[in-house]
């Protein structure tokens, strides 16, 4: 079992920049930032996969050149660096892990996820 606790959270003007971190309990092979705005379903940001030294990196279209998703060389942190932030990046961001290598941004492949930290951007 893993458990993974994300901080970083907080409230920010439109283009300013926040950075979230997830500490997980154990190492897993994907790991990935998932968002939920109220009413709205769950929707999967980026992941990065933490086999070998580089490993890969997948962004959603919507954050793709404003967010960069990143993790320690021990594979037991996750960093997602927030900039340019819009409106619409108001959500609650959660932190989410798999043991499978195979990464995705759909939220049903993942078994880990942490509580999720508030994200509200202000117009």
């Known amino acids: 079992q893993v458990q993974l606790v994300e901080s970083g959270g907080g409230s920010v003007q439109a283009g300013g920049s926040l950075r979230l971190s997830c500490a997980a309990s154990?190492?897993?092979?994907?790991m990935a930032w998932f968002r939920q705005a109220p009413g709205k379903e769950r929707e999967g940001v980026a992941y990065?996969?933490?086999?070998?030294?580089?490993?890969?990196?997948m962004y959603a279209d919507s954050v793709e050149g404003r967010f960069t998703i990143s993790r320690d060389n021990a594979k037991t942190t996750l960093n997602l660096q927030m900039n340019s932030l819009k409106p619409e990046d108001t959500a609650k961001y959660y932190c989410?892990?798999?043991?499978?290598?195979?990464?995705?941004?759909?939220?049903?492949?993942?078994?880990?996820w942490g509580q999720g930290t508030q994200v509200t951007v202000s117009s």
């Open positions: 154990g190492v897993t092979y994907c």
């Open positions: 990065v996969t933490t086999r070998g030294m580089r490993g890969t990196t």
């Open positions: 989410a892990a798999r043991m499978d290598d195979v990464c995705s941004l759909d939220q049903s492949d993942y078994e880990y």
